[in-house]
Each structure stands twice: as structure tokens, then as C-alpha cells.
């Protein structure tokens, strides 16, 4: 940003905001908000970098970028970005200038988290992305963890983070195996209520279908497919799409397993504002549904033979804890939400679903384009660790058998950083010590080495805050 750009014609669409210029630097205010955020020593730095360059300050000025102060604050899960943007975004909104300020995240969660909102995908293109981290030209790091509590662990996890643990980090994972005399039950609590994370999409449906299980007669909610306009008849292809991933699916599952009480999790973006995004938690209530719709014919052999289909749910509802709606739906008690059906479209090949006797000839079309109504939500006994970046959890129960194909240092890290101690964490089965030694690749460590040299410059031009 570069407030020397901005002239009095930039402002007829802000009312009565002024120019950043003509807003005079108020130190007081910078102090107020950093000690009411209790921002440490390295947010503290950063927050006044953006805020004394925000108000004109020339001691924040670059030489590059026309002026414009390009900044990037690296930091691992836990080390308070959030609480930093938090401050920032108080700042703007005192200075009157909330309107100048854009908060974007790539996933709900952490969108949620600092009041942002998702970038529309098409407009991100990756050389113009990689053109803009290019022209950072100051980097301030934040290396104060504030999330883990537990000593020891921390070390562990930042050696983790750089591939270089030891073998008593690996001995000091396995105390946390199940069958381990440290280790209590899954049965008892808090773990019988902890989720439970795991690496593909295919695994945490067999797990949650299972733990749906509890002796009542399951619903499972039945997806309404159709293929330009019209309901697919062939009962293969029906079977076969309701039995697909919902990874293959835009994450609206063909069959919802649901019973009362149990812990879901939004699969889409319905409203970023009010909290109800994708990856947010909840507990599943009550289903309201079409009573006409309902059947018993098996679908599906996973699930039991009591089974009660549900064709044509209508809306399901939840109860969110952490909800930002600050007024209760009509007939419904706070913290209860209904959750509609959402419509996603998705392509499937169906020459990979068919029997042989049944696929098509070579020349004619195999790729079909499916539209899918269904309830955007899925069982949260278990989920991936994908869904679990950006959160931290009370208690939660991993897997870290990784899938083959993955070495990537982030599957392992994300969700062993989640939780405040080791002490909140199960380890499903014993796991390859190898894993801990992943290391960042290549592009990642020249990244990380251009950055640090920036951090050094950053620490000589603002000594006074570094």
C-alpha cells in the first residue's frame, strides 16, 4: 500500500473517509491497541512497521515499489497472525479507514478467523502471485509460539518443522500410541469425543460411517443427482455415484449417515460473515425432511439393514457453539441453524464406473457432467487433516501412516501442531520414524533462505522495534 498514491478523487466512493495522508499519526493509538491485543515483541514490530507506513511516517518509506510497503509476516501455526491482523484490523477501524482494508484467506477457517473473506479462485493466477511474493521488500518473523504450552513438544514440533528430529523425539511420539500405559481409553473422556484425523477422504468415510452406528436406526440422507436436467435411471450409475468420494464429488457426499447428537462439519461456504463456512463444526439436531421420500430399500451395504433412506431432505439443523448470528432463527433456540441444501456440479468419467460389458465404444463420449443437490455436511468423528489447518483442538486422535505418495513435511506437522500439549494428542498405530525427517524441498528452502535475508534488512532499517 502506498498512501503518497492516493489523491482526493480516489475518495468520492469512501464518504467521508479522508486520505490517509491528511490522517495524522497518533502513537498513542498504536500503543493503546498493541497493548490492548497484547501484541509480543515481534507482532508489536509488525504492527507498527504497517501502521506508521499506513499513516505516513517516512521513516517506513522503501526505495522500490513506487514507496509501497509490500510485507510479509511468516510464522508457524500458533505464533498469533491472527491476534496480529486482529490489532490491525482495530486500527483501521479507529482511523476510519475499514473500507481501505481487504482480509483474504485461502480456506474458510482461518477466513472466519480474521473476519475475511475467500478470493474468487478465478481471479488468482499463480505467475501473477509469484510476481507479487517477489516483491516483498520487508519481512518481520514471528517465532513466539503462543499456542503450545508444552515445552519439550515445541522444541519437537520446530525441529519437525525443518525435518531434523532426533530419535528421543520419536520415542517421546510413540508414548502416545495407543496401548501405551500414558494413554487412556478411546472409550472414556475426553477422547471418546475427540476427532479422530486421518489422511484421505476414503478412510474417514469408513470411520464415520461406523461410529454412526450407536443402536439407533440410522438416516442417511440420499443426494438428488441429474444429468442435463433429467434423474439418472440406470441403477448402476446411480449406486456407483452415490458411492463416490466426496473429494470426487465437490464435497457434497452422495450418502449422509446422520443421527442426533452427533458432531458434523460444513463442507461448504453458505455464509463467510455470520461463521458458516467450510470446515466449521457443529452438532447435528434434527433433520427435517419430505415424510413421502422416505424408504427402506438398501441402497448401500455399509450401512445396516434398518436403515431409513431419506430421497428428498429438505434442510438439517445444527447446533453451532462458537456462531457469529447474533439473533435465533424463528422457533428455534440460539445457537440452533438450518442448514440448506447446496448445488455443486462435478464431471465423472464413466468408463471408470461401469462393468466392462456395460462402457461405452471407444467413440463415443464417456464424460458426464452431474449436478448434485444435497445437504453440504459430513460426520466429524473423524476428518482430514486438511480440514483441521488453522484450528486448534482440545483433544484430538491421529494417524500418522502416511499414504505413499505423500512427503510432503506438512502432513505430518499440521496435525501434530494443532493441539496446546502432547498430552491432548492419541497416535492411532505405531508409524515409520522416517516420516520425522521429511525435509522442505528444495524451493521451499531457497524461499525460506530469501526471506530470512530480508528479515536481516528489516531488522537493521527498524532496529527500534527489532
Known amino acids: 500500500m502506498n498512501p503518497n498514491n492516493y489523491n482526493n478523487n480516489n475518495f468520492e466512493n469512501y464518504g467521508s473517509i479522508l486520505p490517509v495522508v491528511s490522517v495524522a499519526t497518533n502513537f498513542p493509538t498504536q500503543k493503546i491497541i498493541a497493548d490492548e491485543f497484547t501484541l509480543n515483541r515481534e507482532q508489536r514490530a509488525a504492527f507498527m512497521i504497517i501502521t506508521s507506513h499506513l499513516d505516513g511516517d517516512s521513516r517506513c518509506r522503501t526505495g522500490d515499489n513506487n514507496g509501497q510497503l509490500i510485507m510479509c509476516v511468516p510464522g508457524c501455526g500458533g505464533t498469533g497472525k491472527s491476534q496480529l491482523i486482529h490489532a490491525l484490523s482495530k486500527y483501521f477501524l479507529i482511523t476510519k479507514r475499514m473500507q481501505m482494508m481487504r482480509k483474504l484467506a485461502p480456506t474458510g477457517i482461518p477466513a472466519a478467523e480474521i473476519g475475511g473473506k475467500l478470493p474468487n479462485e478465478k481471479e488468482v493466477q499463480q505467475r501473477v502471485a509469484r510476481s507479487l511474493i517477489l516483491q516483498i521488500n520487508c519481512v518481520v518473523k514471528l517465532t513466539q509460539q503462543m499456542r ?3 515445552p519439550r513438544y515445541r522444541q519437537l514440533l520446530e525441529r519437525l518443522r525443518h525435518g531434523q528430529c532426533n530419535y528421543d523425539d520419536y520415542e517421546l511420539l510413540l508414548t502416545r500410541v495407543i496401548g501405551q500405559p500414558s494413554v487412556g481409553s478411546l472409550r472414556d473422556s475426553p477422547w471418546n469425543k475427540a476427532p479422530i484425523l486421518v489422511f484421505q ?5 469408513q470411520l464415520n460411517n461406523k461410529a454412526a452406528e450407536t443402536g439407533q436406526a440410522p438416516m442417511v440422507c440420499v443426494s438428488q443427482d441429474t444429468c442435463k436436467g433429467k434423474p439418472i435411471e440406470d441403477p448402476r450409475l446411480i449406486k456407483k455415484l452415490l458411492e463416490l468420494s466426496d473429494s470426487k464429488t465437490e464435497h457434497l457426499p452422495g450418502l449422509l449417515s446422520l443421527v442426533p447428537g452427533m458432531p458434523v462439519i460444513l463442507t461448504q461456504n453458505i455464509a463467510i460473515e455470520l461463521g458458516l463456512i467450510n470446515g466449521m463444526n457443529g452438532i447435528f439436531r434434527q433433520l427435517v425432511y419430505d415424510e413421502d421420500s422416505v424408504s427402506t430399500d438398501v441402497i448401500s451395504e455399509p450401512f445396516p439393514n434398518n436403515t431409513r433412506y431419506i430421497h428428498k431432505p429438505l434442510y ?3 447446533e453451532i457453539v462458537r456462531s457469529k448470528i447474533e439473533c435465533k432463527f424463528e422457533q428455534l433456540q440460539s445457537n440452533l441453524v438450518p442448514i440448506p441444501l447446496m448445488e455443486q456440479t462435478f464431471r465423472i468419467n464413466i468408463a471408470d464406473v461401469l462393468p466392462k460389458d456395460k462402457k461405452p465404444k471407444s467413440n463415443q463420449k464417456t464424460i458426464l457432467s452431474i449436478k448434485r443437490r444435497a445437504l453440504p455436511l459430513l460426520p466429524a468423528y473423524c476428518i482430514t487433516t486438511h480440514k483441521s489447518q488453522g484450528q486448534t483442538l482440545n483433544n484430538v486422535v491421529i494417524d500418522l501412516k502416511l499414504p505413499n505418495e505423500t ?18 494428542l492419541i497416535i492411532l498405530i505405531y508409524f515409520d520414524y522416517k516420516i520425522l525427517l521429511l525435509k522442505p524441498s528444495k524451493s521451499q528452502l531457497a524461499e525460506i533462505e530469501r526471506l530470512d535475508k530480508l528479515y536481516l ?3 537493521t532499517r527498524f532496529s527500534e522495534w527489532l
Not at 201 to 205: D, G, K, L, P, Q
Open 148 to 150: 503450545t504450552e508444552d
Open 201 to 205: 477422504n476414503e478412510v474417514r468415510t
Open 316 to 318: 438439517a439443523i445444527i
Open 407 to 424: 512427503d510432503d513435511i506438512a502432513a505430518i506437522y499440521v496435525p501434530l501442531s494443532g493441539v496446546k500439549r502432547l498430552a491432548d
Open 457 to 459: 534488512e528489516t531488522q
